[in-house]
């Protein structure tokens, strides 16, 4: 099989060259020329040619022609099927156009006038005489709203076109009519309407099933907004057109844009919580399913709540059956067991807290009996707190809030959690950071003789700056160490040229990490829990604790082990961490006895 000759590209035309062409007055000439410019790529040096090219050619041009009659054929002559530009060189002629007519460059001569009309009723599919038609393609809604675009924009009267013998009712009228003729219409007259102001010519029964429905079918939301614009009436109807369309996402955040309510629109506010169930069901999150239908101030209504409710559970029993513990704790912690008699009763105590097959059990390595929850009010807890945590050479990090519910909902710090080599506090933020607490942290952020250690603990840090701007403690912290996801990218490519197993190169957190690091990943099934109830729950604390308790292992693990000492990621986080610091002494056993769980 031959190959295709690539085709030469032409030579570049200079300012002169281009100027003896546009002189010659022969639009067809120009329009072949630029095209052949722009299909080599000339596009931004033709651009800046163009406007100076048609001005110096201005005093050149043959009696009866003038340079904004000139590029309006040449534009015209663009719609000639001979030409198969792909590059859409009628807007940047447009461009030229308005910035020569703006600099005062050119005047509308009445032959321009009569050919802006003609050429808009020409597009728009009515009758004009030919004579004063610039030779162009057939009518092409597309190109209509160009020219109308363009001449509103050099027209700087209220009324869009009293110099050209258009009225703004005569167009609307056409563009309705096409609009009716065929929705390949829709974009074209949503932009020509836009443009006049004329949107309420458009009917609220036309508005959804001409214009709305098939835009939002060919994602032109933009094109949707653009014609809805200010008007509080045309925007619900976009929106309601929008959850016809099961596009309750992209409503949602255009509703969040405009500043409105979301109670204004109930239908979406469902939609997406039955979204968000819907998820969460499938991932047997069921702390997420009990958040979203307790949230009273998400704009849907309480009796919506409670069929929602009914509604998650028949989900739960249709996805995991009858039997299954999750469908049986949904069920109880709704209160509706009289409506499913059917499913099992969840089995006693928090069958959530049990370790999972594959997973760390907590147990195994920290005695929950020294895992503390701390309040700002508890004088001894905060003493011992502090004196446990500046005797140890690490202090894992971590901080939990409850999950956002919707987009804007402010995040609010619940709780952080300190780790040492055997306790770990978990301080209760709920209530704030009393003068107590906010010594103990400042003391602990402030001492040099520990780490602090955490996945992504800048980002900790700084939620809990801004969401207690006025602590002491926060406003600086001393030696830390940040696991970031650069040293999973790292470990994951070691892991790969060594042929290990492909479930250790997949993830992104602290599970993963914990995954390459120690041999076991974390059971991650609480972090969307409800982080602002109290008490919390066991899975809660178990899942608290580990969460600033594993980094602090990962580190020995890392600065010890010479397997990853060829590493550079591990040769800098070496590097960082002072050789004063020696790892703690009975690290090696809580490794062994983590690996054994």
Not at 111 to 118: G, P, T, V, W
Not at 182 to 200: T, V
Not at 259 to 264: F, H, I, K, L, T
Not at 349 to 367: H, R, Y
């Amino acid at each position: 099989m031959k190959k295709q000759k690539k085709q030469k590209s032409p030579t570049p035309l200079s300012q002169e060259e281009l100027c003896a062409i546009i002189a010659r007055g022969d639009c067809y000439e120009i329009a072949t020329a630029l095209e052949q410019q722009l299909r080599g790529k000339e596009h931004s040096r033709v651009k800046a040619l163009l406007p100076d090219a048609f001005s110096t050619a201005s005093g050149q041009l043959a009696a009866g022609m003038d340079v904004a009659l000139l590029l309006m054929k040449t534009i015209a002559t663009f719609q000639s099927s001979s030409l198969q530009n792909k590059v859409a060189p009628q807007k940047l002629l447009l461009e030229v156009l308005r910035g020569l007519v703006q600099t005062g460059k050119c005047h509308l001569s009445k032959d321009f006038q009569l050919s802006i009309n003609a050429l808009v009723r020409h597009m728009l599919g009515v009758s004009v005489n030919a004579e004063l038609l610039p030779e162009c393609g057939p009518p092409a809604m597309e190109f209509c709203a160009l020219v109308v675009h363009a001449a509103g924009l050099l027209d700087p009267h209220e009324e869009p076109f009293p110099a050209y013998g258009i009225r703004r009712e005569e167009i609307a009228t056409w563009v309705l009519c096409a609009l009716q003729q065929s929705r390949l219409n829709a974009k074209p007259a949503a932009i020509i309407l836009a443009d006049l102001k004329s949107q309420d010519y458009v009917s609220t029964d036309m508005l959804s099933t001409l214009l709305y429905i098939p835009l939002l079918e060919e994602d032109l939301n933009e094109v949707c907004v653009r014609f809805a614009g200010e008007d509080h009436s045309r925007r619900s109807q976009l929106v309601a057109a929008m959850a016809q369309l099961q596009k309750d996402k992209a409503a949602s955040r255009m509703i969040a844009q405009w500043g409105y309510d979301q109670s204004e629109f109930p239908v979406i506010a469902r939609m997406r919580k039955q979204a968000a169930l819907t998820w969460a069901i499938a991932k047997k999150e069921l702390d997420v399913c009990i958040m979203q239908l307790e949230a009273a101030d998400s704009g849907v209504s309480p009796q919506d709540l409670e069929e929602l409710g009914l509604w998650a559970c028949q989900r739960a029993i249709s996805h995991h059956g009858e039997e299954d513990s999750f469908t049986g704790c949904l069920v109880a912690r709704l209160g509706l067991a009289i409506d499913f008699p059917a499913v099992a009763p969840p089995p006693e105590g928090d069958p959530a807290a049990q370790a999972k097959e594959g997973f760390v059990d907590i147990a195994t390595v920290l005695d929950l009996s020294q895992v503390f929850v701390v309040t700002g009010d508890n004088l001894e807890l905060l003493a011992q707190a502090r004196e446990t945590l500046l005797a140890e050479k690490a202090i894992g990090v971590d901080v939990e809030w409850k999950p956002v519910m919707r987009k804007g909902q402010p995040q609010r710090c619940a709780l952080l959690q300190l780790a040492g080599r055997h306790s770990v506090f978990l301080f209760d933020l709920l209530d704030g950071i009393s003068v107590e607490m906010d010594q103990v942290l400042q003391d602990l952020w402030n001492c040099e003789t520990a780490i602090k250690v955490g996945f992504a603990i800048c980002g900790d840090f700084r939620q809990l700056s801004q969401a207690f701007p006025e602590s002491q403690a926060m406003r600086q912290v001393l030696r830390y160490v940040d696991f970031e996801v650069s040293i999973i990218d790292a470990l994951q490519r070691d892991a790969v040229r060594q042929g290990v197993a492909a479930d250790l190169t997949s993830g992104r957190g602290l599970s993963a990490l914990s995954h390459l690091v120690l041999g076991l990943p974390l059971d991650k099934s609480a972090r969307m829990s409800n982080w602002e109830e109290r008490p919390l729950r066991p899975q809660q604390l178990h899942y608290a604790a580990l969460d600033a308790w594993v980094p602090m292992l990962c580190l020995h693990r890392l600065l010890e082990d010479e397997r990853y000492a060829h590493l550079p990621i591990v040769q800098s986080l070496r590097a960082q961490v002072s050789c004063r610091d020696t790892p703690f002494p009975d690290a090696d056993g809580l490794v062994r006895r983590w690996l054994k769980s």
